[in-house]
């Protein structure tokens, strides 16, 4: 790699960073029609339950608007995953720090609504749950982000998606929120879209027939 492909692609990588930083950041202005409650949800959940939320960011703003959608991230609950009142027993793909756990209180605030795959049994819940804390620590795909971006701005693009398989890779490292959830789903043989599961956004994960709605 000669010296000038080195320096662009440090200067890239700082400039992905500083926009996931910004797009990250709080709205001032956000006012959900109804708030999350963390002990009520507690109180309901169940491993593998996705959680659709509204979101507060710039960068949740940004989703609605381009997706046309109330809702802007998918997460899925995992269970405890330390002792405590409020344990991180969430874990979400996030747009700065990339795959993470986080805490029911994390969500307080928040439009949250919560949705149970239909007919899985307890050991493809628990398949899903540990598969999805088997990620974390992967990073954000910003590239897919963008892509999926252009695809509803119809805008063009000369970078195209990975090409469709028949079902998700288990090697794969990078996501966005709705890609993650989409993987582990497919891999238990409980697919989002019947058709191209690369263009999952979380909309998709509300229409879909696989769940019902827990509250």
Known sequence: MSILTHILAVLRARFLTALAVFLSQPLKSYSPATRADPASLRAVLRNGDVLLS???TRAAALIKRVTGSTWSHVAMYVGPLEDGSDPRCVVEADIAEGVRAIRLSEVEGLNVRVLRPIG???????RLAEWVVSQ???????????????KFLWLPAKARLAPA???MSESAKRFI????????FALVGHPILPTDHRYVIPRDFE???VFEVVN
């Open 207 to 209: 229409s879909a027939s």
């Open 165 to 167: 398989a028949s079902s």
């Open 120 to 126: 899985l049994s307890d050991a493809a819940r628990g």
């Open 177 to 184: 929120c709705s890609s993650l959830l989409a993987n582990a």
């Open 136 to 150: 974390i620590g992967g990073e954000y795909d910003l590239k897919h982000a963008f892509l999926l971006a252009r």
């Open 54 to 56: 509204e979101g507060n």
